[in-house]
Structure formats: C-alpha cells, structure tokens
C-alpha cells in the first residue's frame, strides 16, 4: 500500500477538501439501504482530521469516518467527546452502499491496522514525515485517522 501526499490530514493537495454537507446526503441515503438511519455529525477540525457520521441501526451503532482530503471511509465504533482512541471495525453493507454512492474507497479494519513498517510512505511531504516522527503513529489507521493538532 502506498498512502498519497495528504494522508496525514497536512499539506494536503490543494482543493481536495470533502464537501461535509453531500457527504451527509450520501450517508443517509446509505443508512437507508441498511434499515438505519444518521444520528449524528462531527465536523472535522484542527483536530480530528475526519468528519465523523454516526449511524445507528436495531443491531448496533456506527460511526462513519471520512478524510477530510483524501477519498478514504472508515467504520469505528463510535466514541466518547474527548476519547482519541479510534477502534476500527468492518460493516460490508454500509461499505458497499457508500462506495455505490461516491469515488471514495472504503478501508477494511484489516487495512487500518496494517503496520506502517509496511507501507510505502515515499509520497508524503516533509512537513507529513515531520508530523509523523512526532506522533509516532504504528498503524495506517492512526495515520490516516487522527487527532493530531
């Protein structure tokens, strides 16, 4: 895997920003197709570096994470104000009724969790290695998914 200039959630491409609003839409739309419906929505910003759209259905709840710059979803469960621990989990269903609605790729938990010992990081700023150095992320998902400020 190699993540893209951005990834970080710094410098990121120019006019690569996520249109909150449409991707609401397209979250209650989704929601539907899985009999649930959104019941709530967390703006990125300083930090986290993801909108966050929380879906809940009779079996459970979800939150949707969405990069801010990059077409990349995530599935968590969702958390606390304040909590910076983002647990990752699978919805199939959810997966393949956003990606049916938009260019963004849904990322499995498996994907998130993938050492970044593994990942080609080449394409990243300076400035986003910097970042990285400080946080000290060891997971594509605390990479592309954070808290950073």
């Not at 397209?26 to 909108?51: E, L, Q, S």
């Amino acid at each position: 895997m190699k993540l893209p200039p951005g990834a970080t959630g710094f410098n990121p491409p120019p006019g690569a920003q996520v249109d909150l609003k449409a991707f609401t839409a397209v979250c209650r739309h989704a929601a539907r197709t899985i009999d649930a419906t959104v019941t709530g929505v967390t703006p990125a910003g300083v930090t986290p570096n993801f909108h966050t759209v929380d879906i809940a259905c009779v079996q459970h709840h979800i939150a949707v994470l969405r990069h801010t710059t990059l077409p990349l979803i995530a599935f968590a469960r969702p958390h606390a104000n304040g909590d910076v621990m983002v647990t990752f989990v699978d919805h199939p269903d959810l997966a393949a009724a956003l990606t049916n609605l938009t260019d963004a790729q849904a990322l499995t938990a498996e994907q998130l969790q993938t050492s970044l010992s593994q990942v080609d990081l080449s394409a990243l700023s300076p400035h986003e290695h910097d970042q990285i150095n400080y946080w000290k992320p060891t997971t594509v998902g605390e990479l592309l998914f954070n808290f950073w400020d």
